[in-house]
């Protein structure tokens, strides 16, 4: 047995007593009048009667008292049974059952009873009914086990008798009326969600933050005057909660257990995170003093850019972007002659006002809480359920497609709110040298919830195939002509997908072989395809490509949702006999070149001795980079790679030299950089700017001699 909702108080009778009379909808003969202390035998009757005693204490706003008890499934209870078990309650809860006025209705269905009572006595004391409902849950316990009813699970206690917090703590009933009312989720159990997903794979206390700030959730830390950790508050749309509100698993004990969190490593982080957390408050404290006076003395809300306003457009409405729900919209599982876009919720009831009865409150009130959880997830729930399980199935055909052992998520900013460009890698810190995660497939699917937020908050979200034995190709921006095109001319591809109108990539899978220049070699073949069918930027075969079921938030492509048109299981044979015969072309001019370049070595060391011929780019990289790693330590190779350009730009080589220096020898280079091409001249610029000359191609120079 357990009590359908908490204890709870009133100022008038009558909206109650009909409530239990006629039911939700007021269905006459709904609820049948068992017994109690009064004389009436109709709700109106029963009303005055209550009425008369509680005027007798005008001081007492709130004489309505009301408990509900219910019998678990399968479990029916005849009516004298449940006339002891309501009398039985009473006196356990410390009523004076016979100087006080209460009474019980029974509603057969779902076998529950309503206890009503009147706080005001009939000998003008007051019940107080203090800690109540704690209370009642020790007092069902004890009801199951001296009627013989089924044992349920209540609250849990620890050895010193304090209760156990629950792991996550359900809305209130506030919170319901407001999902019911809009239709939306609940801030609480969208923070469950969200940072439930951000904490896998035990990230740093850096990675667990970012990936929250991409999913629009603040974490607000709670550091001590000593500098220690005492836990989060998190907010999200402007409503906030502690840790503790959340439930226990969102405490700091729960969530230090599933961080990597260092002290020494995250202070500075967490206190720069708290400083800009509390200056936020302070200036939208500030912001509404500013409005009230303004409205007080009949300046209305301030104007964009009027004189001594906030600004022009410097408002809170003008500085947070609202995504309107038919712009950013919710994917529906689709086939290929199904049109994409914002999902239409056919034949879907509204949500409608339940009203405020007398004495009753809103529809929560009225219809409990576990009926206002049932209604949300018929009002509130399917929209975004249909959006999980459509992006779910969406990524599941997608993995079927490539098949990669670990995949990395990549969140690119449309929005650059506040002019800050936040796009990064979901599985890397910031800090320098961080650690970098890849996800496996149950892992992606993990990360849902954040992916999903953050392409409502204004991301693109990308994948990256990490795989050591194949190469995944993309073709980006194919039209449906082009696309038609590559697989006349024989080309394979394990994956066709559409991310924007006439707008399609294709991945071709292919085996790759375990050579130092093997991603050298697939970057050619990848260059000469996008140059034919796709996007002639494109040069690096380690790219990110867009995640299926994620809407596309560059400009001018209508929110539309990325789809797989096509799945291909395989390789393609015709891309692996084009990268087996790049290797032997490169084999051949290989030998061909170690051959000019042996004779042309020996001549110069007949001409001159003294001096030592030009190495090749990746072992004059490797030679360099030896003086910046000889230390050992965790090495930072962006730092290393601008080391080795300085260094033999100082020694002569050319721009060209460097950045071949750069791409063939340093490590996993396509693997750590987004966008390695970008990259590569990014760092000869900065060495260039550093060392000041330049040699030109072609002009001599002197190599120093060996220290």
Not at 636 to 653: I, Q
Request: with cysteine.
């Amino acid at each position: 047995m357990k009590g359908m909702r908490k204890i709870s108080r009133g100022k008038g009778f009558s909206g109650l007593l009909n409530y239990a009379a006629t039911g939700e909808n007021n269905e006459h003969g709904h609820g049948r009048l068992l017994g109690g202390t009064m004389a009436g035998t109709t709700p109106q009757a029963l009303a005055r009667e209550f009425k008369s005693i509680a005027l007798t204490r005008p001081d007492i706003e709130k004489p309505v008292w009301h408990s509900s008890l219910r019998m678990p499934k399968n479990q029916d209870v005849d009516d004298e049974t449940w006339g002891r078990i309501a009398v039985r309650y009473m006196e356990l809860m410390e009523w004076p059952v016979d100087q006080s006025q209460w009474c019980y209705w029974k509603h057969d269905e779902d076998e529950h009873i309503h206890v009503i009572g009147n706080r005001v006595l009939l000998n003008g004391k007051v019940y107080l009914g203090q800690n109540e409902n704690l209370k009642n849950t020790r007092v069902i316990a004890q009801l199951e086990r001296e009627f013989g009813l089924t044992i349920t699970k209540g609250v849990e206690y620890d050895d010193q008798g304090k209760i156990v917090m629950p792991e996550t703590k359900q809305p209130k009933k506030s919170e319901l009326e407001k999902a019911l009312r809009t239709g939306d989720k609940p801030p609480r159990l969208v923070l469950q969600e969200v940072i439930t997903a951000a904490l896998a794979d035990r990230p740093t206390t850096t990675a667990f933050l970012e990936r929250l700030d991409a999913a629009g959730v603040e974490a607000i830390p709670n550091i001590a005057s000593t500098g220690r950790m005492n836990g989060f508050a998190f907010r999200l749309d402007g409503v906030k909660f502690s840790g503790s509100e959340l439930g226990a698993a969102f405490k700091w004990a729960a969530l230090q257990k599933g961080l990597d969190y260092d002290q020494t490593r995250d202070s500075a982080e967490l206190t720069r995170r708290r400083e800009a957390a509390a200056g936020s408050e302070v200036d939208a404290g500030a912001a509404a003093r500013i409005d009230q006076v303004t409205r007080a003395t009949g300046g209305g809300a301030p104007t964009a850019g009027a004189s001594g306003g906030i600004g022009a457009g410097d408002t809170a409405a003008s500085r947070r972007i609202e995504q309107h729900p038919a712009d950013v919209g919710e994917l529906r599982p689709t086939t290929e002659n199904h049109r994409v876009g914002p999902a239409q919720d056919d034949g879907q009831e509204g949500v409608t006002d339940v009203g405020r009865a007398e004495g009753l409150g809103s529809g929560v009130q009225k219809i409990g809480v576990d009926g206002a959880a049932k209604r949300l997830a018929k009002i509130g729930g399917p929209a975004e359920e249909r959006d999980v399980t459509a992006k779910r199935a969406a990524w599941r055909q997608q993995h079927a497609a490539l098949g990669a052992p670990q995949y990395r998520l990549t969140l690119k900013d449309r929005v650059a709110r506040d002019g800050q460009d936040r796009s990064h890698n979901l599985g890397k810190s910031k800090v320098a040298g961080g650690h970098e995660t890849f996800y496996d497939a149950a892992q992606v699917e993990a990360q849902l919830p954040i992916l999903r937020r953050s392409n409502k908050q204004g991301f693109d979200v990308y994948i990256t195939p990490i795989d050591p034995t194949y190469h995944y190709i993309l073709v980006d921006d194919m039209t449906a002509e082009a696309v038609g095109k590559m697989k006349a001319d024989g080309y394979k591809p394990c994956l066709i997908q559409q991310s924007s109108e006439n707008n399609f990539q294709a991945v071709i899978k292919a085996r790759r072989e375990g050579r130092k220049d093997e991603q050298s070699i697939a970057n050619k073949l990848v260059v000469d395809l996008n140059k034919k069918y796709g996007d002639p930027k494109i040069s690096a075969v380690i790219r990110p490509f867009r995640m299926a079921g994620f809407s596309n938030k560059k400009p001018g492509r209508k929110n539309m949702f990325t789809v797989v048109k096509e799945i291909v299981t395989g390789l393609c044979d015709k891309t692996m006999e084009l990268l087996s015969s790049l290797r032997r072309k490169i084999d051949s001019d290989a030998a061909i070149q170690a051959a000019e370049a042996l004779k042309a070595e020996r001549i110069e060391r007949v001409a001159t001795p003294a001096k030592h011929a030009r190495y090749g780019p990746a072992r004059e990289y490797h030679q360099q980079a030896h003086w910046f790693t000889k230390n050992g330590g965790v090495i930072d190779w962006s730092r290393v790679d601008y080391g080795v350009a300085c260094e033999m730009l100082k020694r002569g080589f050319d721009r060209d030299d460097v950045a071949d220096a750069i791409r063939e020898g340093s490590p996993a280079l396509g693997e750590r950089k987004y966008d390695p091409e970008v990259y590569v001249k990014r760092t000869v610029d900065a060495a260039v700017k550093q060392v000041g000359v330049v040699p030109k191609k072609g002009s001599s120079f002197d190599i120093p001699k060996p220290d």
